[in-house]
């Protein structure tokens, strides 16, 4: 598996905008306004979810993803939902 960049710098405020989707700032935007604090580091794109574990050891915290696209729920990449 090939090793990513990633700055083990963690933050606690949103990034500068240079480099950044309008979505991605929207988010940080949100989560100040409704006062949620935050953390994040930067890293190279990690193209599957395999490949976030070395940002899951950088954070200390396990990162979740979203199976199936939805935007209502998430889950550890190694649990899966069944519906009844």
Known sequence: MK???IDS??????PNKANRSKEE??????????DIPY???????TPSIE???QV????GQ??????????????PRLKTW???
Do not use: G
């Open 25 to 34: 700032m929207d988010v940080y935007d949100l989560l100040e306004r409704l």
């Open 56 to 59: 899951e050891r950088s954070l």
């Open 62 to 75: 396990k990162i979740y993803q979203d199976r199936l696209s939805h935007l209502d729920y998430l889950l």
């Open 51 to 53: 490949m976030c574990d």
């Open 9 to 14: 710098t963690i933050y606690k405020t949103k």
């Open 39 to 45: 953390f994040r580091l930067d890293h190279d794109e």
């Open 3 to 5: 090793n990513i960049e």
């Open 82 to 84: 069944k519906s009844i």
